[in-house]
C-alpha cells in the first residue's frame, strides 16, 4: 500500500490569514499528484492535477506546487475565507499498470473563523 | 460535465443485512472506483472496475463485493453487513490514464445497527 501523508490533519484559522498545508507522496515511479477540496455535504471537487516537477498551478487565491524528486506537495491559501472552510486531499497516482486509481492522504480539515 | 450519482444519501442497515450500494455515472467513462472514508483514515480504496465485467480488488476488499454488468452502472455489495462497515462510501468515475483526476458521487452514509 503507498503511503501519502498529509499535515497538519487540522488546522484554524482567522479570515484574512494565509495558511499552507503539506502532501508527502512516494517519489518513485510518480505520474500525477491531484488535490481535491471537500466540502461538508458535498461531492470532493478536483483542484489540481500537477505531473512535473517544479510544476506550480493557480486557481483564485488557492496555488500548489510540485516537487517529485522529494516526494512533496504544498497547497497555499491566499487570505482564507469562511468559504474555503473544507478538508483539503491530496492523492498521488503511479505509473505503470495502476488503471489510474489514486491513493488518497487522510486529508487537512480547515476551518477559517469569522 | 460528468454527473456521478450515488442512489442514497443515508442508509440504515441491520447486521446481517445484504446491502447493495448503487452508482450511476453519465460519461461513459471506463474506469470506476469505490472508497469508503473514515475520521483519521482517509479515503481507502475498496475496488474499482475498468471495464464492463472487470473488478480489481483495492486495499480493503474484505467484507465487499462488486458488479459491473453496464458500463455507466457500478455497485458495492456488503454481503453480510457488521458495525465496522458504519462509513461514508464514495463513488468515483474517471477517464482512462492516471493523469485524469475522479468525478465523485456525492456519497452514502451508511449505518450498520
Request: proline share 4%; aromatic share 12%; glycine share 8%.
Amino acid at each position: 500500500i503507498l503511503n501519502v501523508e498529509q499535515s497538519p490533519q487540522s488546522l484554524h484559522v482567522q479570515e484574512g490569514d494565509s495558511t499552507n498545508f503539506t502532501c508527502s507522496f512516494p517519489s518513485s515511479n510518480f505520474y500525477a499528484l491531484h488535490w481535491y477540496r471537500w466540502e461538508t455535504a458535498k461531492s470532493p471537487e478536483a483542484l489540481f492535477v500537477m505531473t512535473l516537477n517544479g510544476d506550480e498551478k493557480k486557481k483564485g487565491r488557492i496555488s500548489a506546487t510540485l516537487n517529485t524528486k522529494e516526494g512533496y506537495s504544498y497547497l497555499y491559501i491566499k487570505g482564507s475565507q469562511p468559504e474555503d472552510s473544507a478538508t483539503y486531499l491530496c492523492a498521488f497516482s503511479a505509473g505503470g499498470t495502476s488503471y489510474g486509481k489514486l491513493t488518497f492522504g487522510q486529508g487537512t480539515i480547515l476551518t477559517v473563523h469569522p | 460535465d460528468v454527473k456521478v450519482t450515488q442512489s442514497s444519501r443515508y442508509l440504515v442497515k441491520r447486521t446481517g443485512e445484504k446491502v447493495f450500494l448503487e452508482c450511476v455515472q453519465d460519461m461513459d467513462h471506463e474506469n470506476m472506483f469505490w472508497y469508503r472514508q473514515d475520521p483519521g483514515l482517509g479515503l481507502r480504496l475498496i475496488y474499482f472496475s475498468y471495464d464492463v465485467k472487470m473488478k480489481e480488488k483495492g486495499d480493503i476488499p474484505e467484507g465487499y463485493s462488486v458488479s459491473r454488468e453496464k458500463k455507466e452502472r457500478f455497485s458495492l455489495i456488503l454481503e453480510s453487513a457488521s458495525t465496522n462497515q458504519t462509513s461514508m462510501y464514495l463513488c468515483a468515475s474517471q477517464a482512462p490514464g492516471p493523469v485524469y483526476g475522479y468525478t465523485f458521487g456525492s456519497g452514502t452514509r451508511l449505518t450498520v445497527v
